[in-house]
């Protein structure tokens, strides 16, 4: 009952992609981890590091880098990694090589945009034969993968799946907690994106901590209403999943997309902001998606709105600061 999975697979190397990988070789497995770029596959092999994507981070020995999703045919967890945008495309590849009742968890935090689907849901569609799971929380990638202690919420609907998975990737520096809420998990690791932009902005424009303070408070509001709209239990946003992972994503400039607000509000372009990076700031994507959901479940979601006008070009900074704090005066509650 509960056995550990035995071969584990990765699919994106990118920076958390390699970083779990590295989690589950300290869990003592042997990892295949799938990667898109022929320069990862050869910087893994020949240096034992992701110069790319996750650098000055040994590696170890027991990750194998492939390119070919044949690789994956014999594992029985796979962990999904690839930008949320792209989350479809990746199943879509991998499915010839599913059996019936795999095990896939969904690590990548976003809302496709365009369908406005949590990754799960294009799960459903794109793989109906595997079993879902999500993984999320506060996790820098490369904290983790330099085996500084973390703790993530693994959540499946399937409560024996859910064990198993956190039995299988916990480890000495790294602690899953088990959840069956698979929509709060999802809903925090992606709407936490698009506020992080928020206190980038806040940070870039140099607004205080008092304002960073309220925009970390009123989007945990703003977040937890949209989620428990969309079926989450408001247990969970209070957990790793929602209010750790908003904390930690709002407070460090390791934040990707804390990063790109700050660039934002320092007066750049979006396109300044995200000029010659490699790594993806999610809640670009994201804000779109979520004040698409915002309308959807008739949410009200100031800051995801704010921060989804400036990203389309159709505020500036300082206009949406004002519209922000023009607003009514409203009773305080989540
Ligand atoms: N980096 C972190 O600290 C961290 C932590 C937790 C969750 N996440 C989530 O993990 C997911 C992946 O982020 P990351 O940080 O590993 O990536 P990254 O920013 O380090 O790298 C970009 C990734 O995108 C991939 N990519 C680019 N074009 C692609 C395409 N057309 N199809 C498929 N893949 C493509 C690249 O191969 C690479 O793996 C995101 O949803 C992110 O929010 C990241
Ligand atoms: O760098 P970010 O903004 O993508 O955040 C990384 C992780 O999601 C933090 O938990």
Known sequence: MNERFKRVGVIGAGAWGTALAQVATFAGHKVTLQAREPEVIQSIREDQQNHIY???????????????????ADCDLILAVPPAQHMRATLKALAPYVKDGLAVVLCSKGIERGTDALMNEILKEVLPQARGAVLAGPSFASEVARGLPAAVTVACDDAQLCAQIARTLAGPTFRPYKSTDMIGAEAGGALKNVLAIACGISEGKGLGRNAHAAL???????????????????????????????????????????????????????????????????????????????????????????VNSVLQGEMDVRTAIEALLSRPLKVERA
């Not at 996750?54 to 994956?72: C, G, M, N, Q």
């Not at 977040?223 to 209010?243: D, K, N, Y």
């Not at 990707?256 to 300044?272: D, F, H, P, Y």
């Open 216 to 306: 970390i408070t009123r989007g945990f509001a703003e977040m937890s209403r949209l989620a428990v709209a969309m079926g989450a239990q408001f247990e969970t946003m209070v957990g790793l999943c929602g209010l750790g992972d908003l904390v930690l994503t709002c407070s460090s400039t390791q934040s990707r997309n804390m990063s790109v607000g700050m660039a934002l509000g320092r007066g750049m372009t979006l396109e300044e902001a995200l000029a010659g990076k490699v790594s993806v700031a999610e809640g670009v994507q994201s804000a779109p998606a979520a004040v698409d959901l915002g309308r959807k479940f008739d949410v009200e979601l100031p800051l995801c709105e704010a």
């Open 54 to 72: 996750l650098k000055d981070v040994e590696l170890s020995p027991d990750i194998r880098p492939t390119h070919d999703f044949a690789d994956l």
